[in-house]
């Protein structure tokens, strides 16, 4: 597993990284209250300083607000409200990771982005009944440097906000 760190990197995904293989993957790992986390880098358009968050009324309890963001109102999802976790007060470090599903975008709060690690798919655990049963949001499992890192279904924190689940 090859690391890079954030701070060499544009933090602007405008192209697809180059793939050297179907089994190549490259994760962004990310915290939220000192638990660590991984993204697929093809999820993310980009990471941005965190900005102010325009409260909106009749929201999602884990949806902060709105940021504007080129012409465009984004949604602002507190990963640490999602995850029941504690919200650190917002600090240097804190980022706002830009995603698309099926047409919508979002913005996940997260407290720091550390790096881009390339590894393989096959480095991916199947989350084990306990992290899947505290976590529901849990895709994946990766073991890093000896510490676990979670690989969070995006897609399903979405769909829950947008279909108003408050699990």
Known sequence: MAAT??????FVFSEAPVSQGTDQLEVILYEVDDVL?????????????????TESPNRHPHVDGVI???EE?????NLAKVLNLKAHPAAQENKFMLTEENQNKIAFHVQKVTKILHLRRTDVEKPDALSKGLESNVSGVLRIDG????MLDQEK???????GSFE
């Open 5 to 10: 760190d954030m701070k060499e990197q544009p």
């Open 37 to 53: 986390f991984a993204i697929d880098i093809l999820d993310v358009r980009e990471i941005i300083q965190t900005s102010e968050v």
């Open 68 to 70: 504007q963001l080129r």
């Open 73 to 77: 109102w984004v949604p602002v999802v």
């Open 147 to 150: 510490r676990i890192a979670f």
């Open 157 to 163: 924190i979405i769909t829950d906000i947008l279909s």
